[in-house]
């Protein structure tokens, strides 16, 4: 039996890692018949899905080959130039002495130009009037109810001050 451990957070933080992402999502579990564990995965290599059927110890055993074997044991997946912290600044280099690819500059993805793209619709070209929209400001702290009423009632001013 485990001790008692004071600090209750960092152990229900935990459990709700594997409450939230269990090491394989149920989704992908196909059959449990006859003793064997069917389920599938995808191959990053070409894309496919595929499909693995495994023994109860097959199966634990690859499970467990994911647990640290040592007590506070970190785990790391990428280290070296292609760890999070260095990736951006060494890759590029890494790719120009290896001669790979050439390193462009990125371009930040809004939302505008890929609604338009996907959907062939510009978000800022009007319904009614066919014409480009800018933003022309904001306020702060209305709800979306109250924006519309305030719209509402600058329009009914508008309109009695074209009559």
Known sequence: MGKNTHDIGHTV??????FKR????SSR???YYDGDITFIYKDHRDGQYKTLIFSPEEMIRRMVSHIPAIKNFRMVRHYGFLSNRKRGLLLPIVYKKLDQIEITSTHPISYAPMKKRFTNVDPFEGILYKGRMCFVGFEVGLKGHELVTNRRKTMVKKRKLQN
Do not use: K
């Open 22 to 25: 269990p090491p394989i999502e």
């Open 29 to 31: 579990l196909r059959h």
């Open 13 to 18: 933080g935990y459990l709700g890692q594997y």
